[in-house]
């Protein structure tokens, strides 16, 4: 099930950036007093009680304005209000409500979407002000100041309340949801509509012709599918118009709810530094990866070109080592039947389970041949690992200290348990407790 997706609107200036910094952990929206400095979306990954859902930052809205920044500014948090499962409607409990909060709450209530309403800058003191939001009619207003993170925990509380477990349905669970990105024109319509037997999305040479997200479902030997093609991702400097945005947004909705992504390259160009970027997004999705190079059948090659182009790829994604690739021709079918049996195998290996004694087996035998280093005389100590969930495989290593788990140490651990257990194509993640953690259990 893809993670809820929450969206924070308001006013400008009235603390959505230091809010969704806050959330983030870390300086990610630029914070300033002048209105209008966050223009564009931004998104993290944020975790309350045990719900993983995606944050999303907005540019401060000014409805009634006729200035092209702010009627830009509007459609983008629009686009985001779109995708959204719960709104958090920022304002300001200093400034008091004003008539721009009255416009936009008159707005969210048009989206029938869960909306919890912020009333920030109380500081605890006094959270009276708090009270003139109702005439808002929007909700019960929840007092939080961003900047001294009072009242955040009563906020996420009552965000999570909305979360709708049964968002997605029975039969598209029991599917396995391929995403297919690229950049624009890099084939992904032509390669759906060969995959399945017919055309389904517009192929056309004029780049962007899809533009929003289209889910297919199809049944391939007995097994269920669903085929999400998305409009080509381009550069940011060349995404000008506001359905070009809307694009963007949702190829990267459609990443964070496939299981597998296909991410389409032009063979005849080669890899890009933007088909390096949307590979990096899927890799943080932590979603296994399948480079598609296509239009293979009209590229000049020897006998080596195949392996020189996978030797260049596995240079620029250092960072994801781990995909798998198939060169392919989406115009005439050539290689395709190769892509279908890669989802198989890759959907296989995220969802793997590995036996807790085999593996702590592995990691035994490997410190045994690589013990860890020491730090100012101290030595890290592994006492336990067990795999605590999977898409993608998660595993948790119980230490003496957290502290003493170098990143080099811990990428040891991650390729020796890839060497053990067939891991290929999909990312899996290491996190490092100490082994009296409460929060997992506390006696392993």
């Known amino acids: 099930m893809a993670k809820p997706v929450v969206a924070v609107v308001g006013r400008p200036n009235v603390g959505k950036s230091t809010f969704f910094n806050k959330m983030a952990g870390r300086r990610v929206s630029i914070v300033d007093d002048m209105p209008g400095v966050t223009r564009d979306r931004l998104y993290t990954d944020v975790e309350w009680c045990g719900h993983r859902f995606t944050l999303v930052d907005t540019g401060g809205m000014e409805l009634k304005s006729d200035d092209e920044m702010w009627k830009h500014?509007?459609?983008?948090?629009?686009?985001?209000?779109?995708?959204?499962?719960?709104?958090?409607?920022f304002t300001d409990?200093?400034?008091?409500?004003?008539?721009?909060?009255?416009d936009i709450a008159n707005m969210l209530r048009r989206t029938k979407k869960p909306v919890v309403l912020a009333v920030n800058k109380i500081d605890g003191r006094d959270s009276s002000a708090m009270y003139d939001f109702y005439e808002l009619d929007i909700g019960d207003p929840v007092a939080v100041s961003a900047e001294q993170s009072l009242g955040l925990g009563d906020l996420l509380d009552e965000v999570v309340r909305h979360f709708?477990?049964?968002t997605a349905s029975e039969e598209e669970d029991e599917c396995v949801k391929i995403?297919?990105?690229?950049?624009?024109?890099?084939?992904?319509?032509?390669?759906?509509?060969?995959?399945?037997?017919?055309?389904?999305?517009?192929?056309s040479d004029i780049p962007g012709t899809t533009r929003d997200a289209i889910d297919t479902p199809f049944t391939r030997d007995g097994k269920k599918y669903m085929l999400i093609?998305?409009?080509?991702?381009?550069?940011?400097?060349?995404?000008?118009?506001?359905?070009?945005?809307?694009?963007?947004?949702?190829?990267?909705?459609?990443?964070?709810?496939?299981?597998?992504?296909?991410?389409m390259i032009d063979a005849r160009e080669g890899i890009t530094e933007q088909d390096v970027k949307i590979a990096g997004l899927v890799h943080e999705s932590g979603k296994p990866g399948i480079i598609v190079m296509n239009k293979w059948d009209i590229v000049e090659k020897d006998t080596s070109t195949m392996n020189k182009l996978t030797n260049i790829l596995k240079e620029e994604l250092k960072f994801m080592d781990y995909f798998k690739v198939a060169y392919v021709?989406?115009?005439?079918?050539?290689?395709?039947?190769?892509?279908?049996?890669?989802?198989d195998e890759v959907y296989e290996h995220t969802t793997q389970r590995v036996q807790t004694g085999l593996l702590n087996d592995v990691v035994g035998d490997a410190v045994?041949?690589?013990?860890?280093?020491?730090?100012?005389?101290?030595?890290?100590?592994i006492f336990y690992v067990t795999e605590t969930g999977i898409k993608p495989p998660t595993f948790v290593v119980f230490v003496n200290d957290p502290k003493l788990m170098h990143f080099s140490y811990k990428r040891y651990l991650e390729n020796c348990i890839r060497k053990?257990?067939?891991?290929?194509?999909?990312?899996?993640?290491?996190?490092v407790r100490a082994r009296n953690d409460e929060s997992f259990g506390g006696k392993q």
């Open 329 to 343: 021709s989406a115009l005439t079918g050539q290689r395709l039947k190769n892509i279908l049996s890669l989802v």
């Open 73 to 89: 500014i509007k459609r983008q948090a629009e686009l985001a209000i779109d995708i959204a499962d719960v709104i958090i409607f």
């Open 368 to 381: 045994t041949v690589n013990p860890p280093p020491t730090h100012n005389g101290k030595r890290l100590k």
């Open 229 to 263: 093609d998305t409009a080509g991702i381009r550069k940011k400097a060349r995404v000008d118009e506001d359905v070009e945005y809307y694009s963007v947004v949702r190829s990267i909705s459609a990443i964070r709810r496939a299981d597998v992504v296909l991410v």
């Open 179 to 203: 995403a297919v990105v690229g950049k624009p024109n890099a084939g992904k319509s032509s390669l759906v509509n060969r995959i399945l037997g017919y055309d389904r999305v517009i192929v």
């Open 420 to 431: 053990s257990f067939d891991f290929s194509g999909t990312p899996i993640k290491i996190t």
């Open 164 to 166: 709708d477990k049964g």
């Open 93 to 102: 409990g200093k400034a008091g409500v004003s008539p721009g909060d009255h």
